[in-house]
């Protein structure tokens, strides 16, 4: 029997993980945006009469029951440091289709992270890419967090409209992107060239910005499969950005001109 190509099985991957799990959003920004996006499938609704007053209209168009709920007792099934704001509501998380699907959407660089996983950091740099137009962000399924609370709340409502695809693996899914014409520029301290500056070079050629972990930084085939290492420029020869604010730097840097 032929393999499946890989596009083919991530596409697959994502739709038997969205049928099968759900998410608690909490948070009032991240509630309401979830109620407000139509791809979204609700599932229940937790909130205190101070929140629903505060969502207003969002839960007036929600086709769907509030279970109203006393604060010191909230029934939704949160981590215990959760600042749910009086807001929680269960959903399945979004499908946005397969590799292919993001690259051929209208907008700036594709972000790929490789073995980012704090949800809050991801979630931070979902709110980044959606702030300066970034297709999608992309990510290893096995080292990134899937949709949560915590990341859904970083993320301010970004979750909501930003693409964020799990995919198999990310240096294959790089070449892939290399195969459409993108040109893929790996973010290095040891980058030969500013990231501005490869940006321009790359011309009307759309781009993928590949960030790493802190501290490990990028591994070896995914800094193989670039077609640049590129830095951030700093004015002193100490000091470095967390991954959510070199990826909010880099997709400035990318995109102003």
Same mark, same amino acid.
């Given at each position: 029997?032929?393999?499946?190509?890989?596009?083919?099985?991530?596409?697959?991957?994502?739709?038997?993980?969205?049928?099968?799990?759900?998410?608690?959003?909490?948070?009032?920004?991240?509630?309401?945006?979830?109620?407000?996006?139509?791809?979204?499938?609700?599932?229940?609704?937790?909130?205190?009469?101070?929140?629903?007053?505060?969502?207003?209209?969002?839960?007036?168009?929600?086709?769907?029951?509030?279970?109203?709920?006393?604060?010191?007792?909230?029934?939704?099934?949160?981590?215990?440091?959760?600042?749910?704001?009086?807001?929680?509501?269960?959903?399945?998380?979004?499908?946005?289709?397969?590799?292919?699907?993001?690259?051929?959407?209208?907008?700036?660089?594709?972000?790929?992270?490789?073995?980012?996983?704090?949800?809050?950091?991801?979630?931070?740099?979902?709110?980044?890419?959606?702030?300066?137009?970034? #297709?999608?962000?992309? *990510?290893? $399924?096995?080292? !990134?967090?899937?949709?949560?609370? &915590?990341? @859904?709340?970083?993320?301010?409502? /970004?979750?909501?409209?930003?693409?964020?695809?799990?995919?198999?693996?990310?240096?294959?899914?790089?070449?892939?992107?290399?195969?459409?014409?993108?040109?893929?520029?790996?973010?290095?301290?040891?980058?030969?060239?500013?990231?501005?500056?490869?940006?321009?070079?790359?011309?009307?050629?759309?781009?993928?910005?590949?960030?790493?972990?802190?501290?490990?930084?990028?591994?070896?085939?995914?800094?193989?499969?670039?077609?640049?290492?590129? #830095?951030?420029?700093? *004015?002193? $020869?100490?000091? !470095?950005?967390?991954?959510?604010? &070199?990826? @909010?730097?880099?997709?400035?840097? /990318?995109?102003?001109?």
């Amino acid at each position: 029997m032929a393999k499946k190509p890989s596009w083919v099985v991530d596409k697959e991957r994502g739709r038997r993980e969205a049928a099968r799990e759900t998410v608690w959003l909490f948070g009032l920004h991240a509630v309401r945006d979830a109620l407000d996006n139509p791809a979204r499938t609700k599932l229940r609704l937790v909130l205190t009469r101070n929140a629903r007053d505060r969502l207003g209209d969002a839960v007036a168009a929600a086709d769907i029951p509030v279970e109203e709920a006393d604060p010191r007792r909230f029934p939704a099934p949160l981590d215990p440091g959760s600042v749910h704001q009086g807001a929680a509501l269960e959903v399945r998380p979004l499908d946005w289709g397969g590799l292919e699907d993001a690259a051929l959407r209208p907008g700036g660089p594709i972000v790929a992270l490789d073995r980012v996983t704090d949800p809050h950091n991801v979630g931070a740099i979902l709110r980044s890419a959606e702030v300066f137009g970034a #297709r999608a962000v992309i *990510a290893p $399924a096995r080292h !990134s967090p899937p949709e949560t609370g &915590a990341l @859904a709340k970083t993320a301010s409502g /970004a979750l909501e409209r930003q693409p964020y695809l799990r995919i198999g693996n990310l240096a294959d899914g790089l070449i892939r992107l290399k195969d459409m014409g993108f040109v893929c520029l790996g973010l290095d301290g040891e980058g030969a060239q500013d990231v501005a500056a490869a940006a321009a070079e790359a011309g009307t050629r759309p781009i993928v910005l590949v960030l790493g972990a802190e501290g490990p930084g990028l591994r070896a085939r995914t800094k193989e499969t670039c077609d640049a290492l590129v #830095r951030i420029g700093a *004015a002193g $020869a100490f000091g !470095s950005l967390n991954v959510s604010n &070199a990826a @909010a730097v880099a997709l400035y840097a /990318a995109t102003r001109g």
